[in-house]
């Protein structure tokens, strides 16, 4: 995304509305609706300087724009052609912004609706999906949702279903299912589209699992899949009622700054054959510009602390028919004093471009508390503080992210599937009555 702000044009006031419009928004204060978000631009005289809206976007949204030639132009909103002027952003903006003064006429208020955004970036790509479709003949969405099912399946044998995350397939299970199987547990496996919403695919689990009424449930999820499954299960529409127990694994209950990087989540590449500190920073903080330029996919925008997705579920509460279980792990890349000096060299490892100076506040922000890359804080990709469950006690073992549910994982391996920590946790659990 190309920004010219040096154009004396309102062009550029609805560049930077846009940019709220698709940009993952900080959590707001705790009196606000975080579903909403609220933007104060002072008027002269009823006039809206337009360099001041910008610098009070870039500025609320933790952008620096000190670099940016800011255009002198203002524009009069008194009088039925300033606000006819508004109206045409906000339908520009396809309805995801509001516009109004305040009562006493000193400010323009600007109220972001994220979840339209959040909405309108779905239908986009839905239509994206459609086109391509049609083009080529192929229906996209065909089976992108499956329930795999055990034949035959034993109505009178509770069925655990194992629920993947992001960036990941029902095949990151497979030697947990190993495991398991040598039990004599009944298994099944749900696959879901790794761009698709968290909500949509927790509809769609709930439509799968619905279909089994008579059946005992219990549910694994690592990663995004722990969420989709308890975004089922404290939604009273989706329950499907039959789940008994929810064992989450490296859940990011309350999100993770990575999970805008994609990539974070599977860090085979940043950690192959000979890569060292200055490579991964580079990767890393690469990803996040890109990221924060070209804006998410949307199950990685639904995982990113202050999400709609997690703003909501944080609303709903524990489902009392259901036994919840969690493990988070430990093991990570860096130490607090290496994410230190990674915060200090950021400065160096970003280009000097006008967009990556414009970004580097921002960066360096992100970087503050990234407690996801933290040996002991984290396991590489959620942080233990951002996966905890209020009422859930957790069980800590020193694996990261990936090592969670396979015995070779980044940082090391197990050697005998049988002695993995999370495997003999999760067979206990399935074993309570």
């Avoid at 975004?231 to 805008?260: H, T, Y």
Wanted: hydrophobic residues 45%.
């Amino acid at each position: 995304m190309h920004v010219m702000l040096g154009r004396r044009s309102f062009s550029v006031a609805l560049l930077a509305l846009a940019i709220t419009s698709r940009a993952q928004d900080p959590p707001p204060p705790a009196a606000a609706d975080p579903l909403m978000r609220e933007i104060r631009v002072p008027l002269h005289e009823g006039r809206l300087d337009v360099g001041e809206l910008v610098q009070v976007l870039f500025e609320a949204y933790g952008f620096d724009a000190e670099p940016l030639d800011l255009p002198d132009t203002r524009v009069d909103l008194r009088g039925a052609r300033g606000w006819l002027l508004l109206g045409g952003c906000r339908k520009l903006l396809r309805d995801t912004v509001r516009l109004r003064r305040d009562p006493d006429g000193d400010s323009l208020i600007v109220v972001v609706d994220r979840v339209r955004a959040r909405t309108l970036r779905r239908e986009l790509r839905a239509g994206v999906v459609k086109l391509v479709a049609r083009l080529t003949g192929q229906e996209l969405d065909e089976r992108r949702f499956d329930l795999a099912l055990p034949s035959p399946l034993d109505p009178a044998r509770p069925l655990v279903v194992l629920v993947h995350g992001v960036e990941s397939s029902p095949e990151v299970f497979d030697e947990l299912r190993a495991a398991l199987a040598a039990d004599g547990t009944q298994l099944a496996t749900f696959a879901w589209p790794n761009d698709e919403s968290c909500e949509r695919s927790a509809a769609e689990l709930a439509r799968a699992l619905g279909a089994l009424k008579d059946q005992r449930l219990r549910i694994v999820g690592h990663s995004a899949g722990g969420l989709i499954a308890r975004a089922m299960l404290e939604n009273e529409r989706l329950d499907p009622g039959n789940v008994e127990m929810l064992i989450q694994i490296g859940a990011p209950n309350r999100g993770s700054k990575l999970a805008g990087l994609r990539f974070a989540l599977e860090l085979d590449d940043l950690l192959g054959a000979g890569a060292d500190r200055d490579g991964f920073a580079r990767a890393l903080l690469a990803g996040m510009r890109a990221n924060l330029i070209d804006g998410l996919g949307e199950a990685g925008g639904d995982l990113l602390p202050g999400s709609v997705f997690l703003e909501r579920l944080a609303r709903g509460a524990r489902n009392p028919r259901v036994r919840y279980r969690l493990v988070l792990g430990t093991r990570s890349l860096l130490s607090a004093e290496q994410l230190a000096e990674l915060r200090g060299r950021a400065d160096t490892l970003l280009d000097s471009s006008r967009a990556s100076r414009v970004l580097r506040t921002k960066l360096v922000a992100w970087l503050e508390a990234l407690d996801e890359l933290i040996d002991g804080r984290g396991d590489g990709a959620v942080a233990i503080e951002r996966g905890g469950l209020e009422g859930v006690q957790p069980v800590f073992v020193p694996l990261d992210h990936v090592g969670l549910v396979r015995t070779k994982g980044l940082l090391g391996r197990i050697e005998d599937a049988h002695a993995h920590p999370v495997f003999t946790q999760v067979r206990a659990w399935l074993a309570e009555k």
